[in-house]
T-cell receptor, first 115, second 112 residues
Framework: NAGVTQTPKFRILKIGQSMTLQCAQD?????MYWYRQDPGMGLKLIYY???????DKGEVPNGYNVSRSTTEDFPLRLELAAPSQTSVYFC??????????????FGPGTRLLVL | QKEVEQDPGPLSVPEGAIVSLNCTYS??????FMWYRQYSRKGPELLMY????GNKEDGRFTAQVDKSSKYISLFIRDSQPSDSATYLC????????????FGRGTSLIVHP
C-alpha cells in the first residue's frame, strides 16, 4: 500500500492564482482530512469528509474548497491565493470504527509559498 | 484558553535521559488520547494511543493519562538522537465527531 499520497511536494504561487492540492489514499478509509501547519502552531483542520459526497468545514475553511467524489481522492482547492495561505498542508485519512478511528494516517505534506 | 495546551519547547536533553512531554486540556469529555511523532519535513505518525485514564507502555515509550487533573504525559526512556522530533498530543471525545483536537507540538532535541 502507498498509504496517503500528496502532490505536489512544493509549489510557489503568485497572489490571486489558484491551484489544487491532490490527496489520495489506498486504504479504503472513509474519513479524510485536510490540515494546515504553520511554524510552531500545530495542526489546524481546514475541511474533512466522512465519505464520498460528504464534506464539512473545519476550523479554518475560508479561502479553500474541497470535493470528495470517490473514497480514494480528496483534493483541496485554493481559488485566490493569498500570502496568509503560505503553509504546509497535510492530508490524512482514518478508519471510522471507534477503536481504530483515532489512528490518522498522514501524507508527506505539500509546502506552499504564496508571493 | 485553548482546549489543548502544549509547550512548544524546544526541549534539549542528552542521550540516555528520560524525557517527559506533557499536555493539559480543558474539555472533560475527552476520552481518547494520542501522541504523534513528526520528524522534520515529514507528516505526523501515530506513536501511542490511550483510552480513558491509566498508563500504556510500548518499548521505551509510556503514555499516561490523569483525567482528574486533565493532564497527559509521554515518557521516553533511554532517549536516542533518533527520537529528535516534534511530538504532538491529540484528543477526542467519546461518541464524538472523530475529529481530534491537536496540541501545538513540543520540539525535542536529543544530543549525543
Amino acid at each position: 500500500n502507498a498509504g496517503v499520497t500528496q502532490t505536489p511536494k512544493f509549489r510557489i504561487l503568485k497572489i490571486g492564482q489558484s491551484m489544487t492540492l491532490q490527496c489520495a489514499q489506498d486504504m479504503n478509509h472513509n474519513y479524510m482530512y485536510w490540515y494546515r501547519q504553520d511554524p510552531g502552531m500545530g495542526l489546524k483542520l481546514i475541511y474533512y469528509s466522512v465519505g464520498a459526497g460528504i464534506t464539512d468545514k473545519g476550523e479554518v475553511p475560508n479561502g479553500y474548497n474541497v470535493s470528495r467524489s470517490t473514497t480514494e481522492d480528496f483534493p483541496l482547492r485554493l481559488e485566490l491565493a493569498a500570502p496568509s495561505q503560505t503553509s504546509v498542508y497535510f492530508c490524512a485519512s482514518s478508519y471510522t470504527e471507534r477503536l481504530a478511528v483515532e489512528t490518522q494516517y498522514f501524507g508527506p505534506g505539500t509546502r506552499l509559498l504564496v508571493l | 484558553q485553548k482546549e489543548v495546551e502544549q509547550d512548544p519547547g524546544p526541549l534539549s536533553v542528552p542521550e540516555g535521559a528520560i524525557v517527559s512531554l506533557n499536555c493539559t486540556y480543558s474539555n472533560s469529555a475527552f476520552q481518547y488520547f494520542m501522541w504523534y511523532r513528526q520528524y522534520s519535513r515529514k507528516g505526523p505518525e501515530l506513536l501511542m494511543y490511550t483510552y480513558s485514564s491509566g498508563n500504556k507502555e510500548d518499548g521505551r515509550f509510556t503514555a499516561q493519562v490523569d483525567k482528574s487533573s486533565k493532564y497527559i504525559s509521554l515518557f521516553i526512556r533511554d532517549s536516542q538522537p533518533s527520537d529528535s522530533a516534534t511530538y504532538l498530543c491529540a484528543m477526542d471525545a467519546s461518541g464524538g465527531s472523530y475529529i481530534p483536537t491537536f496540541g501545538r507540538g513540543t520540539s525535542l532535541i536529543v544530543h549525543p
